[in-house]
C-alpha cells in the first residue's frame, strides 16, 4: 500500500465513523430527542473513537510507521521543551563523534588509503621499511632485512621472477634529492622541485592512463636513450595552467634537456604519501646523465625500492622464498659478503614482502602509532560523552518516572513508553552525528593544519570520506541505542501507582548506582587523558627546550643544490667563495656558513672511523663538510684547539674537527689534538685541529652522536679517485646570520644566487627555528591534541558530575527542606551536598591514578626522556579534575542551601 | 459471521449493520463499534467484502460494505461449522452418564 492511499484511507475512516455518529444522531433525533442529547449519546454510544479509529487501522498494518512518526513529532516536541538538555546532548555528541570521526578520516586517508591505481590490492612491496633510504652499501647486517636494492638487484628479480607480472623499482630517497627544473624558453624562471628516477614499466606497473600524452615505457629506461620525462598533474595544473603543448616541449632538468612526453593521472601522487610529491618522472638510465650520480649502475649500492603486481593466483610463501633466493645469490658477489663470517650472514639476506597497495609506508610508519594513539583517546572522550549522555538521560528520565506512571495508568503500553524514549535518544544520536560530521570536517582541517604544518600538498584531504560518514552515524546510532536502553528500561520498570503516591519524598536514593558509576567512570577516565595530555605536553616541552648547543637568533637556513645547477666538482671552490662574498655584501648579513647539511634537518651522512695507532678502535662517525664561518653560523662553540679556517684549503694540510662524544669514544677522552683520523683503511689522513661542543643535529633523541667536520674542499689524501666522483663536496646549505630579524630573507637569497647563476635556486628556505619546530611536527600535534581531548574530557566530565548532583539535589529537596526546618546549617547542607560531588570524584581518582600509571608504560615509546608519570604532572591532573569537581558540586550545593524550608515542604 | 449473514441481506453501511444485528437478535447482541469497524476492514482486507461510498436512505454520504462470492463461500462454510459446534455442544450438553 503506497503511503499516499494510507492517508486517503486514514481519512475515508474518519468520514466512515462521522457518518456512523451522524446517522446514530439522525436516528435518535428522529425518536424525539434533542439535538446535543442525540449527538452525545451516539458517541457514548460509539465509545472511544481514537481508540476504534486506531485498532481499526491496525488491521491495515500501518500501525507501526504511524507510531513512528507519533513518536518522532513527540520526541521533538520533548526535546524543544528542554533545550538546555537538548543542547547539551548536542553538543557533547558531537564533540565526541566529531572527534572521533575526524581521527578516523586522517586514519583512514593517512593508515588505509590505497595508491589510486588500478587493482592495488595485487601489489607487493619488496621489503617492509619505507626508512630503509636512501644511498647505500649493501653490507651484511644482523637482522638481514633489506628494502632497498641495487639496480642490478632489481634486474635480477625482475628476470628470475616470473610470478610478478610487472616489476617496477623508484628511487628511494627522491625528496632528498630535488631537480632544477626549467621550461624551455626565454621568460622561464628555473625552480628547485621534486623529481623521481623510476623504472621505465613504473606506469605500467600501476595500471595507470597518461592525461595527455603517454607515459613511460621500457624503451625510455635504457642507456643512451634521449632523455624524457612525465610530469604530474598537480605541477602541470598549478605550473603550467594545464597548457596542452607542454607535451613534446624541451625542459632544462639539472641543466639538461628533456623532453616531456606526457602528463601522469590526475589524483597520481606517486608510489608514496610525503607532503612533496614529485612533479616529473623520470628514467633510471638517465640519472647518471642528468643526476651526475655515479650509482645507479653500482652493484653494491642499494637506493631503489621495488613494488611488483603479482599475476593471480601466486602464492606468496613461494613468492617470498623465490625472491629471497635471488637476493642471496645476487648479494653474494658483494664484498661484505664474500669473507668466510659474510657467507653466513647471506643466509640471513631477506626482503620482507608486504601489501603494496599503499605504496612505500614512510609516512604511514611516522604517523602510524601517533594515530594509533589519538584513536584510543578520542575513543575515550567518545566514551565520556556517551556516560555523560547515559546520564543526562537518565537524570531525564527519572524526572520523568511521575509522567511515565501517569501514561501507564492511563493505559499507555509499556513496551510502546521504551519505544517512545528510545525513539527519543536515536533522534538525538542522529542529530548529534550529523553536528558531529560538522565537527569531524572542520576537525580534519585543523588536524591535517597540526599534522602537516605549512603544506597544502599532502595528498589528504579533509572532506569525510563516505566510510567516514557511515562510520560516524553507525557510531552515533550505537551511541544511541545504548545510552537509550538503560533509561528506557529504568523507567519501564515504575510501577504506576507505587510512583504516583510516593510522589517525590526519597532521600538519599535520588540518584541510582548506575549513574554514581558513570561520573565515577567519567572522572577516572578524564584523570587518564589528563595525565596523558600532561606527559605529552612535558615531553615536547623537554624536546623544544632541550640544550641543543646552537644558537637560532636572526639565523636563515637557505638549501641549495650546485649539482642540479650543473655545477662540476672543479667549479665548487670558486663558487663557495663567490657565495660568500656575495652573502655577506648583504646590509645586515654577520656570518655566512656553508655546509653539507646544518642541525636540526632530515639529513645525515655516516661514515665508518679509523683512528691511526688504535686498529682496536672502530664505529660509525658523521660528517659534515663546512666552510669557515659555519660553527659561528649555527652557534656551535669550539671548546679545544681551533676550527676550521679559510687556511684549510684543498691545497693546505687535511685537518678535521671533531665533536666532544667524538673525543668521548674514540679517544676515551684523550686530548685528540694533533692526533689522526680518517677511514678504517687509511686512519691518517686527516689531523684533529679542534673540539667543538655537541651540536645536535638531526634528532633531539640522537645522544651520544659522534661527528666529525671537515673544510668543504679537502678531499681524503687516500682517495685517488678522480674528483669529478666526489659527490660529497657538493654542499647543501647556506647559514647566513644577520644583526636583525630580515623578513625579505628569502627574496634577497633568491636573488643573490640567481645573479651568481640562474639555475642556482633555493631548494628550501627557512629560519633556524622554523627548521628545528619542523622536526617537532608529530610530538606538537600528538601534545596539542590529547590536550584538546583531555580538556574536552574534562569538560564532559564536569558536566555530568554537574547533571548527577543538581539532579539529586532536586529530588531530594523536600528532604533538604525537612532537615533545615529541623535546624541543619545552610554549610552543613552545602557539605553534604558537596561531599557526595567529591567522594565520587575521590572514587574516579582511586581508579583513575592507578590506570594512568600503568598507561604509561603503553606511550612511553612516544615520550622523550620521560618513563613514569611524575608527581608534577600527576599532581597537576589531580588538582584539576579537583577543581572541576569542586566547580560542578557547588552550583547545585549552593542551590540546595538556598533552599526555603517553608516553600520546600508546602510543594508537597 | 454475523456481519457477512447481515450483508446478505443486501449492501448495507457500518451503522446500518450494527443496527440490523441489533434488531435481529431482539437487542439481545449489541455489536460493540470497537469491535465491528475493525472486523469490518478485517474482512475488506481478505477479500470477503467490497466497499464503496453511496449516499444513504436519509441522504447521507456513508461507505457500504457488500458481501463477495469469496464472503459468500466463507459464510457458507463458517455456518456449516457454526451448526457442527452447536451439535457437539448440543450432544455434551444432553448428554447422560453412561456408567451404572
Not at chain 1, 668466510?340 to 599503499?358: C, S
Not at chain 1, 630579524?741 to 628569502?746: G, Q, R
Request: charged share 20%; glycine share 8%.
Amino acid at each position: 500500500m503506497s503511503l499516499f492511499r494510507f492517508f486517503r484511507r486514514k481519512t475515508e475512516l474518519k468520514e466512515e465513523i462521522d457518518s456512523h455518529l451522524n446517522m446514530a444522531t439522525a436516528d435518535r433525533v428522529a425518536r424525539g430527542e434533542s439535538p446535543e442529547a442525540a449527538r452525545r449519546a451516539a458517541v457514548r454510544e460509539f465509545g472511544n473513537v481514537p481508540l476504534v479509529a486506531d485498532v481499526t487501522r491496525e488491521r491495515w498494518g500501518w500501525l507501526r510507521l504511524e507510531r513512528l512518526t507519533q513518536d518522532v513529532r513527540f520526541a521533538v516536541r520533548q526535546l524543544r521543551r528542554t533545550p538546555a538538555f537538548t543542547i547539551t546532548v548536542l553538543v557533547t555528541l558531537a564533540l565526541g563523534i566529531g572527534a572521533n570521526a575526524a581521527i578516523f578520516t586522517l586514519v583512514n586517508s593517512v593508515l588505509l588509503k590505497n595508491l589510486p591505481v588500478v587493482d592495488p590490492k595485487m601489489l607487493v612491496h619488496v621489503g617492509n621499511d619505507g626508512h630503509d633510504c636512501c644511498v647505500g652499501t649493501i653490507n651484511p647486517r644482523d637482522n638481514g632485512e633489506y628494502s632497498n636494492f641495487p639496480t642490478e638487484t632489481y634486474k635480477q628479480l625482475k628476470k628470475n621472477v616470473p610470478e610478478f607480472e610487472q616489476l617496477a623499482a623508484m628511487q628511494a630517497g627522491f625528496t632528498y634529492r630535488p631537480v632544477i627544473a626549467r621550461r624551455d624558453g626565454a621568460q622561464t624562471v628555473a625552480r628547485s622541485v621534486m623529481g623521481e628516477f623510476v623504472s621505465g614499466n613504473y606506469f605500467e606497473t600501476f595500471g595507470l592512463r597518461p592525461s595527455v600524452g603517454r607515459l613511460l615505457m621500457d624503451a625510455d629506461d635504457v642507456s643512451g636513450a634521449a632523455p624524457t620525462a612525465v610530469i604530474s598533474y598537480e605541477a602541470w595544473q598549478h605550473q603550467f595552467a594545464g597548457d596542452a603543448s607542454i607535451v613534446g616541449s624541451t625542459f632544462w632538468i639539472n641543466t639538461k634537456p628533456v623532453t616531456v612526453v606526457g602528463v601522469a593521472p590526475r589524483g597520481f601522487y606517486g608510489d608514496r604519501m610525503t607532503n612533496t610529491p614529485p612533479d616529473f618522472y623520470m628514467p633510471i638510465e638517465s640519472m647518471p646523465e642528468l643526476a651526475n650520480v655515479t650509482y645507479v649502475h653500482e652493484p653494491g649500492t642499494e637506493w631503489l625500492y621495488i613494488i611488483g603486481r603479482v599475476k593471480p593466483g601466486v602464492s606468496m610463501g613461494q613468492l617470498q622464498e623465490k625472491v629471497n633466493a635471488v637476493l642471496r645469490q645476487a648479494f653474494s658477489t658483494q664484498d661484505g659478503f664474500s669473507t668466510e663470517d659474510g657467507k653466513k650472514q647471506l643466509q640471513k639476506v631477506h626482503a620482507t614482502l608486504t601489501p603494496g597497495g599503499a605504496g612505500i609506508q614512510t609516512l604511514q610508519e611516522d604517523y602510524g602509532s601517533h594515530l594509533h594513539l589519538l584513536m584510543w583517546v578520542s575513543g575515550l572522550v567518545l566514551l565520556i560523552a556517551c556516560a555523560n549522555i547515559a546520564n543526562l538521560l537518565l537524570v531525564r528520565g527519572m524526572g520523568r518516572r511521575t509522567e511515565m506512571s501517569l501514561r501507564s495508568a492511563l493505559g499507555a503500553m509499556r513496551g510502546r513508553i521504551v519505544r517512545q524514549l528510545l525513539t527519543e535518544s536515536v533522534l538525538l544520536a542522529g542529530m548529534g552525528g550529523l553536528l558531529g560530521l560538522a565537527v569531524a570536517y572542520a576537525g580534519t582541517r585543523m588536524l591535517l593544519v597540526l599534522a602537516f604544518p605549512g603544506d597544502q600538498s599532502v595528498p589528504i584531504h579533509a572532506a569525510p570520506s563516505p566510510e567516514v560518514i557511515g562510520f560516524a552515524f553507525a557510531l552515533s546510532l550505537v551511541t544511541g541505542t545504548l545510552f537509550g536502553v538503560a533509561p528506557a528500561w529504568i523507567s519501564a520498570q515504575a510501577k504506576p501507582a507505587e510512583a504516583l503516591r510516593t510522589g517525590a519524598r526519597t532521600t538519599a536514593s535520588g540518584t541510582s548506582l548506575l549513574q554514581r558509576s558513570l561520573v565515577v567512570l567519567q572522572a577516572a577516565l578524564s584523570l587518564v587523558l589528563l595525565v596523558a595530555a600532561g606527559l605529552f605536553s612535558q615531553s615536547l616541552n623537554k624536546l623544544q627546550n632541550s640544550d641543543l648547543k646552537l644558537d637560532v637568533r636572526n639565523r636563515y637556513i637557505v638549501h641549495i643544490n650546485p649539482q642540479a645547477a650543473g655545477y662540476v666538482q672543479t667549479q665548487l671552490d670558486a663558487l663557495y667563495r663567490t657565495m660568500e662574498d656575495r652573502f655577506k655584501a648583504l646590509p645586515g648579513v654577520v656570518k655566512v656558513g656553508i655546509s653539507a647539511y646544518t642541525p636540526m634537518e632530515d639529513n645525515n651522512w655516516s661514515n665508518g672511523m679509523g683512528i691511526q695507532g688504535h686498529p682496536e678502535v672502530h664505529g660509525l662517525a658523521s660528517i659534515v663538510r663546512a666552510s669557515p664561518e659555519y660553527f659561528d653560523s649555527v652557534g656551535t662553540k669550539v671548546v679545544m684547539g681551533r676550527g676550521i679556517d679559510v687556511h684549510d684549503t684543498s691545497t693546505s694540510p687535511p685537518v678535521a674537527v671533531v665533536n666532544q662524544t667524538f673525543v668521548k669514544h674514540f679517544f676515551k677522552g684523550e686530548n685528540p689534538i694533533g692526533r689522526r683520523i680518517g677511514s678504517p683503511h687509511a686512519p691518517g689522513d686527516f689531523e684533529v685541529v679542534g673540539v667543538v661542543e655537541d651540536t645536535t643535529y638531526t634528532d633531539v633523541r640522537w645522544a651520544d652522536h659522534s661527528m666529525y667536520f671537515l673544510p668543504l674542499m679537502q678531499r681524503p689524501p687516500s682517495d685517488k679517485s678522480p674528483i669529478e666522483q666526489d659527490m660529497s663536496l657538493y654542499a647543501g646549505a647556506i647559514v647566513i646570520e644577520t644583526t636583525r630579524p630580515m623578513n625579505d630573507m628569502e627574496k634577497l637569497a633568491q636573488k643573490t644566487l640567481a645573479d651568481i647563476n640562474p639555475n642556482l635556486t633555493v631548494a628550501k628556505f627557512q629560519t633556524f627555528n622554523e627548521q628545528i619546530a619542523d622536526r617537532f611536527t608529530e610530538e606538537r600535534m600528538t601534545a596539542r591534541l590529547t590536550m584538546l581531548f583531555g580538556a574536552l574530557a574534562l569538560l564532559l566530565a564536569t558536566i555530568g558530575l554537574y547533571g548527577v548532583t543538581a539532579y539529586s539535589v532536586e529530588q531530594r529537596t523536600p528532604e533538604i527542606g525537612i532537615r533545615m526546618a529541623l535546624g541543619a546549617e545552610r554549610s552543613g547542607v552545602v557539605a553534604m551536598v558537596m561531599r557526595s560531588a567529591l567522594i565520587q570524584t575521590g572514587l574516579g581518582l582511586a581508579i583513575g591514578v592507578p590506570v594512568a600509571l600503568l598507561s604509561v608504560r603503553y606511550i612511553k615509546t612516544l615520550l622523550y626522556e620521560i618513563t613514569s608519570a611524575d608527581t608534577q604532572v600527576m599532581a597537576g591532573a589531580i588538582l584539576t579534575l579537583a577543581a572541576a569537581a569542586c566547580v560542578a558540586g557547588i552550583i547545585p550545593a549552593r542551590r540546595a542551601a538556598s533552599i526555603d524550608p517553608a516553600k520546600a515542604l508546602r510543594a508537597e | 459471521m454475523l456481519i457477512l449473514k447481515t450483508l446478505q441481506w443486501g449492501e448495507q453501511h457500518g451503522y446500518g449493520i450494527s443496527q440490523a444485528i441489533r434488531a435481529t437478535s431482539g437487542e439481545v447482541l449489541q455489536v460493540e463499534t470497537g469491535s465491528l469497524y475493525p472486523a469490518l476492514h478485517r474482512l475488506e482486507r481478505q477479500g470477503w467484502v467490497t466497499a464503496e461510498w453511496k449516499q444513504s436512505e436519509s441522504n447521507q454520504r456513508a461507505k457500504f460494505y457488500k458481501i463477495t462470492s469469496l464472503g459468500k463461500k466463507q459464510l457458507a462454510s463458517d455456518y456449516e461449522r457454526w451448526g457442527k459446534m452447536v451439535a457437539t455442544i448440543e450432544g455434551i450438553m444432553t448428554a447422560e452418564r453412561g456408567d451404572a
